[in-house]
């Protein structure tokens, strides 16, 4: 007995001690806007990506068919040093106008959007360097089931009840493809700085966005994510985390986007809608954003606090005054390897 005992007792230090970075993660991610006292424009999103162990080739992921990394590698260099990873992401987000007690179509502000897709991303990084592309499938629509979810949420917290849905954008597939780079340019002991890419072609958003990646604290080694609602980038997990060592940290993430088309203010682009052709709203084709992140890594578990800040996206001449042309939320994502 005592013999068996030792055996289980050591299975379990050494599953125990897998660095983090050789492991599994999910994560679950939960976004909303109610943290800026806003309940408009992307209001809701929740996600779960799975990101499989890290490995020393992108021909060594697995869990894929071969297709689904055929259609990213071209992006993904194969260099000695780089540590590979897929990951896999579901998930739903929601946009409505400020004003959800109107049953009636609203014109002069943003459309109510529900969006449910499904993702595969392939990523290659190191301490330095990060080059990653996705390709997302999903949908736009009742199908999406976003009426229904905000509706059973807001009888649990406010007891409002969105009465425009049936306003919303009209059923389309959505098909989105995503290249990341990133590349560290300075480090020290407390601080680090990085810059950043990123290309969106697709239906849901085509855009192309330069950055800044700031880190300070005991940072892991990698990148740190940023909360993008799915649809809105790339989904992955970059953390090089030492065995059993534990991390706080905090990050600010400056961007600048160009949208040459952003289907939550604009439209539906495949099909006929009645707020794609009537609305009056103008966007705008150029966003700034800031991000601030508080972020906690273990061996086993992370947590993560974001508040996502944005210049105006919509422009206030035509809008409702109740209207915030600004598209900001907060971010919670908690995270656990195996």
Do not use: C
Not at 146 to 159: L, M, S, Y
């Amino acid at each position: 007995m005592l013999k068996v005992q030792r055996t289980i007792l050591a299975l379990v230090l050494s599953v125990g001690g897998l660095p983090a970075s050789a492991q599994s993660t999910i994560r679950l991610e939960l976004s909303n806007d109610i943290i800026l006292s806003s309940d408009n424009q992307f209001t809701n999103g929740t996600s779960v990506v799975v990101s499989s162990p890290v490995v020393e080739s992108l021909d060594e992921t697995t869990g894929t068919p071969a297709f689904g990394r055929s259609l990213v590698s071209w992006a993904i260099p194969e260099q000695t040093g780089l540590n590979y990873r897929e990951s896999w992401v579901f998930g739903q987000n929601m946009q409505t106008p400020a004003d959800i007690e109107q049953p009636e179509i609203i014109l002069n502000d943003v459309p109510y959007v529900g969006f449910l897709g499904w993702g595969n991303s392939f990523y290659g990084f190191n301490d330095d360097t990060f080059f990653g592309a996705q390709w997302l499938l999903g949908w736009v629509g009742e199908e999406a089931l976003a009426e229904q979810t905000q509706k059973f949420v807001h009888t649990v917290i406010t007891g409002e009840d969105p009465e425009g849905w049936d306003n919303q954008l009209d059923s389309e597939p959505v098909l989105n493809g995503y290249v990341s780079v990133k590349r560290r340019f300075f480090r020290n002991a407390r601080f680090d700085a990085a810059l950043a890419g990123d290309l969106a072609v697709g239906n849901f958003f085509t855009f192309v966005q330069p950055g800044l990646e700031f880190r300070f604290g005991d940072r892991p080694g990698g990148f740190h994510y940023i909360p993008d609602p799915i649809g809105r980038g790339m989904d992955y997990d970059a953390t090089l985390l030492p065995n059993n060592s534990t991390r706080l940290y905090a990050s600010v993430t400056l961007r600048a986007t160009y949208f040459a088309w952003a289907l939550p203010r604009e439209g539906n682009l495949l099909v006929d809608n009645e707020w794609t052709d009537r609305n009056t709203v103008d966007i705008n084709r150029a966003v700034g954003q800031t991000v601030f992140g508080l972020h906690w890594v273990g061996p086993r578990f992370g947590a993560h606090l974001s508040l996502w800040l944005s210049t105006d996206t919509v422009e206030k001449d035509n809008l409702p005054s109740s209207e915030d042309p600004r598209n900001s939320f907060g971010s919670f994502m908690a995270e656990y390897r195996f």
